[in-house]
């Protein structure tokens, strides 16, 4: 893990890819698990880091949670109540552990979460929502501690912003409190409508996934069970953006088109052919590359976040002029330095990136840091179009939501 990328680019890229449950799924289903009084067993999830970090963070808990094959299997009742620390500090998603032990056993201990620098990432929503259904947090330094003397109760609750994780951690609070809980103004995310899903094959009762209110039931326990995670949209938009970027043709099974569709419509816009299945898409580029125009992300079922230096990555390729512009986070342009190494043509000015036109010469290949998850991701989509080698260091980061991308991209 962590090795360096060695990148030849400018070479098509031509295969079927079999995309992987989403990480942004399997994260909040693993910390379900601590809900669950029976095993559960998360099917096909990929070998990330984040998801080593979060079975580290179930066993610190308490629990006995390992890799079966290509599956996850959690069993056992947390007994503690504090998180490992390294863990915890190290990924955004460690705070979506906090509400089940809190549910479960009255307190949660952890650190403040780490997890990619793109912006001010405060938990304030989460911690608003939990003390609404009676939690007392306590912030000391970079510890956090959270405890419920009389254990948590329904709310109706409002959030100012639909965040994924501050509605995944009131949907997990809620899942065991007492009595009802309307969660208005929460994220419409498909891992949303996963998380809500899993739960109530626990025997929860969730409604509303997939709107803007959540209404939950609290139940006094739930069982365990088997549970495949969505297919990682993610994943598939760096595939997407990878064969607009380099050219050639990539088939994505195992998706379903819609899930990334505002990624698809514009590398279509982008001169890019996509052909749609029921759960698989093929994106081909033999011809030029044409600027996007202005696009923005939004939330659900909007262009995500996430995908926004992909699809940079592959404007950067593009005869035309584009700009994107992240509404969600501040600093989602990390890699805007690395696209200007390998001779792109960026321009950075607050949540904007501004990209193009691709020089005449083309882009060449440079030395690159993985500044971010998502970030280091779009520097090895932009190396492939690259004239020459590139070498990608940091890979660390892009190993948190990846498993053996370069691996995928060889064959
Ligand atoms: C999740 C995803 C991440 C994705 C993001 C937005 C996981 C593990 N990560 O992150 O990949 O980029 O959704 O789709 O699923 N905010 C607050 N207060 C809070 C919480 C959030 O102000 O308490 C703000 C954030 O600063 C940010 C915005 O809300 O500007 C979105 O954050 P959020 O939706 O919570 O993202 P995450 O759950 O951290």
Redesign the pocket.
């Given at each position: 893990m962590a090795g360096d990328y060695i990148i030849t680019g400018g070479r098509p890229l031509n295969g079927t890819v079999w995309v992987p449950a989403a990480k942004?799924s399997v994260?909040p289903l693993l910390a379900a698990s601590l809900l669950c009084s029976g095993p559960v067993r998360l099917c096909g999830v990929p070998e990330l880091a984040d998801v080593a970090e979060s079975l580290a963070l179930l066993r610190s808990a308490g629990c006995t949670a390992e890799r079966q094959g290509a599956d996850v299997r959690v069993d056992g009742v947390p007994g503690s109540g504090t998180l490992a620390a390294g863990p915890a500090g190290r990924m955004?998603?460690s705070i979506l552990f906090c509400a089940p032990l809190l549910a479960r056993l009255g307190r949660a201990q952890t650190v403040l979460p780490g997890g990619c620098r793109i912006?001010?990432?405060?938990?304030?929503?989460?911690l608003a929502g939990l003390v609404q259904m009676g939690a007392c947090p306590q912030l000391e330094g970079e510890r956090l501690l959270l405890t419920a003397p009389a254990g948590l109760h329904g709310a109706d609750i409002t959030l100012r912003?639909p965040?994924?994780?501050?509605t995944e951690t009131l949907l997990l609070a809620a899942a065991l409190a007492q009595g009802e809980t309307t969660l208005r103004g929460a994220?419409r995310?498909p891992?949303i409508s996963d998380l809500a899903e899993f739960l109530n094959r626990c025997g929860g009762r969730i409604e509303g996934a997939g709107t803007s209110t959540l209404r939950i039931e609290g139940r006094r326990g739930l069982s365990g069970c088997d549970f495949s995670p969505l297919p990682d949209r993610i994943f598939a938009s760096t595939l997407a953006c990878a064969a607009a970027a380099a050219g050639g043709r990539v088939e994505l099974t195992g998706c379903p088109p819609a899930l990334y569709a505002p990624v698809l419509e514009i590398l279509e816009q982008m001169g890019c052919t996509v052909e749609r299945g029921a759960d698989r898409a093929e994106v081909a580029r033999f011809g030029r590359l044409y600027g996007a125009g202005r696009v923005f992300t939004g939330v659900y079922p909007g262009l995500?976040?996430?995908a926004a230096p992909l699809l940079a990555a592959a404007m950067l390729c593009a005869e035309g002029e584009s700009s994107i512009e992240d509404v969600?986070?501040e600093r989602r342009f990390g890699c805007a330095e690395g696209f200007e190494r390998l001779g792109g043509r960026v321009n950075r000015s607050g949540r904007v990136l501004s990209v193009g036109p691709l020089p005449e010469s083309g882009l060449h290949g440079a030395t690159l840091t993985a500044p971010d998850l998502r970030g280091g991701a779009a520097l090895v989509v932009a190396a492939l179009s690259a004239r020459g080698k590139s070498l990608v260091e940091e890979t660390r980061h892009i190993d948190r939501g990846y498993a053996g991308l370069c691996e995928v991209l060889a064959s």
């Open positions: 942004n994260l955004r998603a912006g001010a990432r405060p938990i304030d929503l989460h912003f965040s994924v994780g501050a994220a995310e891992e995500a976040t996430d969600v986070f």
